[in-house]
């Protein structure tokens, strides 16, 4: 099945030209629910390992210390955003700890990547090894198909610089003194203003590359610590497909006949049963200059 974001309700670079130096395309992955295979591209599924390769664990110093969970496999040739991986690996395995007991608070997430070149697996390891248990349900993703769409986003509204960032702001603020301004006139009139923070920078959900949100830190800067240079968001890991606040980002299954019988409720906008923190999203960044490089994570 084909799924599609709607149009976005207006055009903002006709309004801010400048913005157009900021376009990026991201790959919505849009996760329901199936049966995946080693060779597809999954959430919550097995994973191409080879059946020679010892299965990552948690090297943390804790008592839950044991076998990582997979979490997801990307192949490059499914997602078009998806980064290149290093000397020619088309194939990006992302595992993490199901607790949280890591970093220096102890209290922080473990995520482990693993790109390799897909053509070199032969025999997969099976069965593959899974947890006894885990910290928190929110850790375990259900069995998930991916429906890769290309969509374009623009920054997150606060990483807007200089005299356009003013701009968008001011719009920003005049189309929400406009809500108010009709709700307190008549109570039962629902005005819905297109917002760009909410309907036209970032798109909410499972993506490949674009732009990150920073809805609960604010901006942050996010250098590679081995050589330096600005990462690049790589990978995000959403509790939902949208939020009250972002449902024009809603995606459809394509067709009237697909739409009209389309799940839009809880099942469809937690496909994954993945929740990050309290229920918000992961972004997980890696290094343009060489992805071999750690990545770095935020929680948002």
């Keep these: ?80 955003d998806l980064a290149a991986g290093p000397d020619g690996c088309d194939l990006l395995q ?5 607790f949280d007991l890591h970093g220096p608070t102890g209290s922080g997430m473990h995520v482990r990547l693993r790109w390799r070149r897909s053509a ?17 349900e929110g850790y375990l993703p259900a069995p998930c198909v991916l429906h890769p769409e290309q969509v374009t986003e623009y920054p997150y509204i606060e990483s807007l610089t200089g005299e356009l960032g003013e701009r968008v702001e001011e719009w920003e603020d005049a189309r929400e003194e406009a809500a108010y301004e009709v709700e307190d006139e008549d109570e039962d009139e629902d005005l819905a203003l297109p917002s760009y923070q909410s309907d036209l920078s970032v798109a909410p959900g499972w993506k ?10 604010g901006p942050g800067r ?29 995606p459809l299954p394509a067709g009237a006949a ?9 099942d469809a906008n937690r496909p994954t049963g993945v929740a990050v923190g309290n ?19 935020s929680v948002q």
């Design 94 to 98: 992302v595992f993490w700890c199901p």
């Design 258 to 266: 697909a739409r009209a019988r389309a799940d839009t409720g809880g």
């Design 1 to 80: 099945m084909i799924f599609t974001t709607p149009p976005r309700p207006l055009d903002i670079e006709a309004l801010f030209p400048g913005l157009a130096a900021h376009r990026a395309t991201a790959t919505r992955l849009h996760p329901r629910a199936g049966r995946p295979t080693a060779r597809d591209s999954h959430v919550g599924g097995p994973l191409l390992w080879p059946a020679d390769e010892p299965w990552p664990a948690c090297d943390e110093e804790h008592r839950h210390s044991g076998p990582l969970l997979a979490l997801a496999q990307l192949y490059s040739g499914d997602v078009p």
């Design 208 to 217: 490949a590359g674009g732009h990150a949100a920073w809805n609960v830190t």
């Design 222 to 250: 996010m250098d590679c610590h081995d050589c330096g240079h600005g990462m690049r968001l790589l990978l995000t890991v959403d509790s939902y497909e949208w939020r009250s606040d972002s449902e024009s980002w809603r």
């Design 279 to 297: 229920f918000g999203k992961l972004n997980v960044f890696a290094c343009p200059h060489d992805p071999a490089h750690p990545h770095r994570l």
């Design 120 to 136: 070199e697996v032969r025999a997969i390891l099976a069965p593959q090894p899974e947890p006894a248990r885990a910290g928190f």
